[in-house]
C-alpha cells in the first residue's frame, strides 16, 4: 500500500488540506499566467481546461491514498474497544485517523469544486 | 487510629505546608512598583485583556460618532477628513488592537492552566508582545487627537495610501505602528503553538486536548502564514512612501493590485483568525452548560483545521471587481462557498451537544446562543457575496458593511463576552451579575440588529460604505435613523456589561470552585487563585477529567501528582511529546524581569522615530533595542543547571536542559522561521505578479559582472550554511576549537556573501526609484542580505557564548537553534539570487 506520511505523526491531518492547498495554487498560478501571456486566451482555454482537469484528477488521487492510509489506521485501531475518552495509544491512534479521514473527504469535496470551475466559466475576461 | 499513623499524617501536612511556601516564593508576582516586571500568563494575560477591551472602548466611542454623523441626512457634525479618519481607525484599530490580541490575551490567559502547564514556554516573550502592544496600540490610537490618524480606510488602499502629500502622516503611523504590533502576534503565536505542542500535562494525548487548545493550534498556524504577507506588503508600501520606489505606482511599472493581493491574503485569514478563538470559547462553554461531553469532537477538529486551510484560498473574493479574469474569480467563489461546509460542521456540532445534555440557563449560554444566531445570518449573507455576480452588486455597499458585522459580531464580540462572564470567577474567583449580563445581552442582542439589519437594505438601495454624508430623497434616510437608534441601543447594553465588570466587588463573597461545575483541566484553579497555576501537574486520562474523577481536584491539591514542590525555589514546568505527552523534560521558564519591558520600549521607539523620518534617533533606538535583546539572551536563557535530571515526583526523573529538536527553543525557531519563509514567499510572489501584469517585465538581462558577483554571494551563503552546520557538529562531537574556527570562517563567508550580493545589482546599474522591477530586484537582494546579517550576529553570539564557556559539548542549544536558522537563511540566500540573476536571462 502506497502510504504518504508515517502512521504516527501530525501529517496525516493535513496530508488532505494541503494536497488541496497545492491544487488550489496551481489553478490560480496557471490561470493568471495562462491569461496574462497567451496570445489569444480564447482560442486556447482548452488547454488550460485540460491543464487543470489532469491536476484535479491528480489532485484527488492523492487525496484517495491520504484518506485510504486515514481509513487504515482508523480501522486497525478499532478492534480496542469502543469507549469515547478512554487513554491509550489504541484510541488515540483511532482519533487521528478518524480525523484525518474526514479532513481527506472535506479536501477532495474542496477540489472538486475549485476543480470544477473550468466547467462553468471558460473566458479570461 | 495508632500514634504511629497520627504522626506521619501531621508530617504529610507539614511537608505540603513547606512545599506550598517553596511553589509560592518561586511564583508570586513581584511586588509594589516591581509588579510591572511581572511575566507570568496570569498577570500578562489580564494586562493584554485590559488593555484590548480598552482599545474596544474607544473604537466603540469612533464607531457612535460615525452613526450620529450619519443619522440624518445633510448632517455637518464632522468634518469629511474627520469621517475618514474616524472610519479607518475603527476598522484598524477594532481588527489589530482588538480582534487578534483579544484572543491572544485569553489564550495567554487560558491555555496553561487548560493544558495543565505552570506557564507558558516564554514568558518573557509573552511581556515583550504585551508592551509592544501597548506602546504601538496607544501610538496608533492617539494620532487621532493630532488629527493626524490615518484616512486611507482600514485596507490602506494606494495609490490612497501611497502619496505622502495626500495621506500626510496618518499613513506611516497604519504602517509602522501596526506592522510593530503584527510582529507581537507572531510572537504570540509563536508561544502559543509551541504551548499547545510541547506543554501538554502528561497523558494529554492529542485526542483528549480542550477544542480551546485545538483552535489556538489551527489560529497560531494562521497567523504564521496570514501575517507575514501583510508585513511584506507594509514594508514594500512604506518604503514607497519613504524613498519612492514605485512598488505600487502604475506610471513606474508597479501596480495599486500588488498591495490588494498581499493585504488579503493576509485579511481573509484573518476573519477566521478572529472567529475560530470565538469558536473556541463556545466549545468550552456548551459542554460545560450542556453537562455532558462535546458531540462529535474529531468533526469539529476537522472543522478547525478545515477552515484554517480553506481560509487562505478566498482572498480574491475581496477583488472581484478588480478585473481579474473570471476563471480566477471562480477558483475564489467555488473554495469561498465550500469553507461554509466546515463552518457549518461546528454549529450543528454544538446544537447537537445542546440536545443531547442538560441545558442550564446562563449568561454565558445566552451570549453563545446570540453568538450562533447572529453569526449564521453572516455566514448566509457571505454565501451570497461570495458569489461573484452578486458581489459585483454588493460591493463597497452598507450590504458589505452589514455583512461583516454580523460575521465579526457574531463570531467574536459575542462570544468574548460570553467568555468574560464564564471565566471572570477564573480570573478574580468572584461572579457577575446574572441580572445585568441578561440585561446587557438583551439591549446588546436587539440593539445589533436593530443597527446592521437595516443596512443590508440601505446597501442594496445603493448607499456606499464610507461617505461622510448622503442627500435626503435617496431612500437611505430612515434606514440610517434606524440603525443609528440601534447602535446607541447596542452601546447601551455593553456599557451595561462594562459596568458590571469594573462595579467594586470587594463585599461580594468568592464563589466555589469550579463554579459552573465543568470538566476541564482549567477550573483546578483554587479560589482564590494561587500563583501556581496547579498544585501539581496532573496524569490526565480523559478529556474531562474534573467530570471523570470526582477526587481529582483533591488529588492534585494534595501535591500527589508531579512537580508538587519548587526545591530549588525555581518556576518549573514539564514539557511533553507531541502526539502522546510522555513527560520529557522539565523545564524552567524564566521570572519577573523589567528587560521584555524595556526592549519594547526601544523598539516601539525606533517604529515610531521612523514614522516621523527621524533616522538618527530610529539607529540610535535601534541599537539600544538591540543591546536589551542581547543582554536578555545572555542573562536569561539557555541556561546551564546545576544537576542533570531533577526527581519530579512519582518516581519520575527528567532532564533539565535538552537541545535540539528536543528543546522548545529550537520548535520556536522552526516555527518562526516558517512565518519568515512566508514574508519571502509573498516578496517571490510580488516579482512574478509584475512579470505577468508586464510584457516588458524583467527589465534588460543581467549583465556579466552582477552575474559573477550573484555567483560568488550564493557560493558563500552555501560555504556559510555548511562551515555552521560542520560547526554544530563538531562542537557536538567535542572538538571545540574546530567548532570555534568554523564559526569564525562562516561569518567570514557570510560577510562576504552579503558584499558581494549588494554589489550585485549595483553593478547592473539598477535604480529602484525609477521603476517597479530594479526596486524589486533591490528589496529581495536587500532582504536576503538582512538574513544573512543576522546570521551573522547569531554565529557572533554562539562564539561569544562558546568563548564564556555558557555554550559547551554538552549544553549547545545556542548552536543547534541558530544551524537551524541557517538552514532557512541558506535557502533563502540561494534562491533570491538565483532568481533575481537568472530569471532575466531565461525569459
Given amino acids: ?125 | 487510629m495508632t500514634d504511629k499513623t497520627k504522626v506521619s499524617s501531621q508530617d504529610q501536612e507539614e511537608l505540603r505546608r513547606k512545599q506550598e511556601e517553596r511553589l509560592l516564593t518561586a511564583w508570586s508576582a513581584p511586588k509594589s512598583w516591581r509588579y510591572w516586571s511581572a511575566v507570568n500568563n496570569s498577570e500578562v494575560g489580564q494586562w493584554y485583556t485590559l488593555t484590548a477591551l480598552s482599545f474596544l472602548i474607544f473604537a466603540g466611542v469612533l464607531a457612535l460618532i460615525m452613526r450620529a454623523q450619519l443619522a440624518v441626512p445633510d448632517n455637518d457634525l464632522v468634518s469629511p477628513d474627520l469621517y475618514n479618519q474616524l472610519f479607518t481607525l475603527h476598522g484598524s484599530v477594532m481588527m489589530f488592537l482588538f480582534a487578534v490580541p483579544i484572543l491572544e490575551a485569553v489564550a495567554i490567559l487560558l491555555l496553561p492552566e487548560l493544558v495543565g502547564a505552570r506557564d507558558l514556554p516564554f514568558p518573557r516573550l509573552s511581556a515583550f508582545g504585551f508592551w509592544c502592544f501597548l506602546i504601538g496600540g496607544v501610538f496608533v490610537c492617539g494620532s487621532i487627537f493630532f488629527g493626524a490618524a490615518p484616512s486611507g480606510g482600514w485596507f490602506m488602499y494606494p495609490p490612497l495610501s501611497s502619496d505622502p502629500a495626500q495621506s500626510g502622516i496618518g499613513a506611516d503611523i497604519w504602517l509602522l505602528g501596526l506592522s510593530f504590533i503584527e510582529i507581537a502576534s507572531i510572537a504570540a503565536a509563536v508561544e502559543l503553538i509551541v504551548g499547545v505542542l510541547k506543554f501538554r500535562a502528561p497523558g494529554m494525548r492529542i485526542n483528549l486536548i480542550p477544542l480551546y487548545a485545538w483552535y489556538t493550534l489551527v489560529v497560531g498556524g494562521m497567523i504564521l502564514f496570514a501575517f507575514p504577507p501583510l508585513i511584506a506588503g507594509d514594508i514594500l508600501l512604506e518604503v514607497e512612501r519613504a524613498f519612492d520606489w514605485p512598488f505600487f505606482d502604475a506610471d513606474r511599472g508597479g501596480s495599486p493590485l500588488l498591495w490588494q493581493h498581499l493585504f488579503w491574503i493576509f485579511g481573509h485569514p484573518e476573519v477566521y483568525i478572529i472567529f475560530l478563538p470565538g469558536v473556541a470559547l463556545i466549545a468550552m462553554i456548551v459542554p460545560t452548560f450542556a453537562q455532558r461531553p462535546v458531540v462529535g469532537y474529531s468533526w469539529i477538529v476537522l472543522a478547525a483545521v478545515g477552515t484554517g486551510f480553506l481560509s487562505f484560498g478566498l482572498w480574491v473574493h475581496h477583488m472581484y471587481t478588480t478585473g481579474l479574469p473570471s476563471v480566477s474569480l471562480g477558483f475564489f467563489s467555488a473554495a469561498s462557498t465550500a469553507v461554509a461546509i466546515p463552518t457549518a460542521v461546528q454549529i450543528f456540532a454544538f446544537i447537537a451537544t445542546v440536545m443531547f445534555g442538560r441545558l442550564v440557563r446562563s449568561v454565558p449560554m445566552l451570549f453563545a446562543a446570540g453568538a450562533l444566531a447572529i453569526f449564521v445570518l453572516g455566514g448566509l449573507s457571505g454565501v451570497m457575496v461570495a458569489l461573484a455576480p452578486f458581489d459585483w452588486q454588493a460591493h463597497d455597499t452598507y450590504f458589505v458593511v452589514a455583512h461583516l458585522h454580523y460575521v465579526l459580531i457574531g463570531g467574536m464580540l459575542f462570544p468574548v463576552i460570553a467568555g468574560v462572564y464564564y471565566y471572570f470567577p477564573f480570573v478574580t474567583g468572584k461572579a457577575l451579575s446574572e441580572k445585568m449580563g441578561r440585561i446587557g445581552f438583551w439591549l446588546m442582542f436587539i440593539g445589533f440588529n436593530v443597527a446592521f439589519l437595516p443596512m443590508h437594505f440601505t446597501g442594496l438601495r445603493g448607499m456606499p460604505r464610507r461617505v461622510y454624508t448622503y442627500p435626503e430623497g435617496l431612500g437611505w434616510d430612515w434606514l440610517n435613523l434606524i440603525s443609528t437608534l440601534g447602535a446607541f441601543t447596542l452601546a447601551a447594553g455593553f456599557a451595561a456589561i462594562v459596568i458590571d465588570i469594573f462595579r467594586p466587588k470587594g463585599k461580594q463573597p468568592y464563589c466555589q470552585r469550579n463554579p459552573w461545575n465543568a470538566g476541564t483541566l482549567e477550573w483546578l484553579e483554587e479560589i482564590p487563585d494561587q500563583p501556581w497555576g496547579v498544585r501539581s501537574i496532573p496524569i490526565v486520562q480523559h478529556r474531562y477529567p474534573l467530570w471523570d474523577d470526582p477526587d481529582f481536584i483533591g488529588k492534585v491539591d494534595r501535591g500527589e501528582f508531579y512537580l508538587p514542590d519548587a526545591e530549588e525555589l525555581r518556576r518549573e514546568t514539564m514539557v511533553t511529546s507531541v502526539l502522546d505527552a510522555e513527560p520529557i523534560q522539565c523545564l524552567r521558564v524564566p521570572g519577573p524581569s523589567f528587560l521584555p519591558m524595556i526592549t519594547a520600549v526601544f523598539t516601539g521607539a525606533a517604529f515610531i522615530a521612523a514614522t516621523f523620518h527621524l533616522y538618527w534617533p530610529t539607529l540610535a533606538a535601534g541599537i539600544l533595542a538591540f543591546a536589551s535583546l542581547i543582554f536578555w539572551l545572555w542573562t536569561g536563557t539557555a541556561e546551564i543547571p546545576e544537576k542533570e535530571e531533577k526527581d519530579v515526583g512519582l518516581g519520575l526523573s527528567l532532564p533539565l536542559y535538552r537541545s535540539g529538536p528536543h528543546s522548545v527553543g529550537w520548535w520556536a525557531m522552526f516555527i518562526t522561521m516558517l512565518g519568515d519563509a512566508a514574508a519571502f514567499a509573498s516578496l517571490i510572489f510580488a516579482y512574478f505578479f509584475y512579470w505577468t501584469i508586464h510584457s516588458d517585465f524583467p527589465g534588460s538581462p543581467t549583465g556579466a559582472w552582477a552575474l559573477f558577483c550573484y555567483g560568488i554571494g550564493i557560493a558563500a551563503v552555501l560555504g556559510a550554511w555548511a562551515l555552521t552546520f560542520a560547526s554544530r557538529r563538531w562542537n557536538a562531537a567535542g572538538a571545540v576549537s574546530a567548532s570555534r574556527l568554523a564559526i569564525i570562517a562562516a561569518i567570514v563567508l557570510a560577510l562576504a556573501s552579503g558584499a558581494a550580493l549588494l554589489a550585485a545589482p549595483y553593478i547592473d546599474g539598477l535604480d529602484p526609484r525609477l521603476h517597479a522591477y530594479p526596486a524589486i530586484v533591490w528589496i529581495l537582494v536587500l532582504w536576503t542580505v538582512a538574513h544573512i546579517g543576522i546570521g551573522v550576529v547569531m554565529l557572533g553570539y554562539c562564539l561569544a557564548r562558546s568563548l564564556a564557556g555558557r555554550l559547551t559539548p554538552r549544553y549547545d542549544i545556542d548552536i543547534c537553534n541558530v544551524a537551524l536558522y541557517w538552514h532557512f537563511a541558506a535557502i533563502n540566500g540561494a534562491l533570491a539570487p538565483m532568481l533575481v540573476a537568472l530569471f532575466p536571462l531565461a525569459v
Avoid at chain 1, 501529517?11 to 496574462?36: E, R
Avoid at chain 1, 480564447?42 to 491536476?55: H, K, N, P, Y
Avoid at chain 1, 481509513?71 to 469515547?84: I, P, S, Y
Avoid at chain 1, 485517523?97 to 479570461?124: E, I, N, Q
Wanted: glycine share 6%.
Fill in chain 1, 1 to 125: 500500500m502506497v502510504r504518504l506520511y508515517y502512521r504516527d505523526s501530525l501529517w496525516s491531518l493535513i496530508a488532505g488540506p494541503t494536497i488541496w492547498a497545492a491544487h488550489f495554487l496551481f489553478c490560480y498560478i496557471s490561470a493568471a499566467i495562462f491569461c496574462a501571456k497567451s496570445a489569444d486566451p480564447t482560442a486556447d482555454f482548452q488547454i488550460l481546461r485540460i491543464v487543470i482537469g489532469v491536476a484535479t484528477v491528480v489532485a484527488l488521487i492523492g487525496i484517495a491514498i491520504a484518506g485510504t492510509q486515514a481509513v487504515d489506521d482508523w480501522r486497525r485501531a478499532l478492534n480496542a474497544e469502543w469507549a469515547a475518552d478512554e487513554d491509550s495509544l489504541q484510541i488515540r491512534r483511532r482519533f487521528v485517523g478518524r480525523a484525518a479521514f474526514l479532513l481527506s473527504g472535506f479536501s477532495a469535496v474542496a477540489t472538486v469544486y475549485v476543480g470544477m470551475t473550468v466547467l462553468f466559466v471558460s473566458s479570461c475576461r
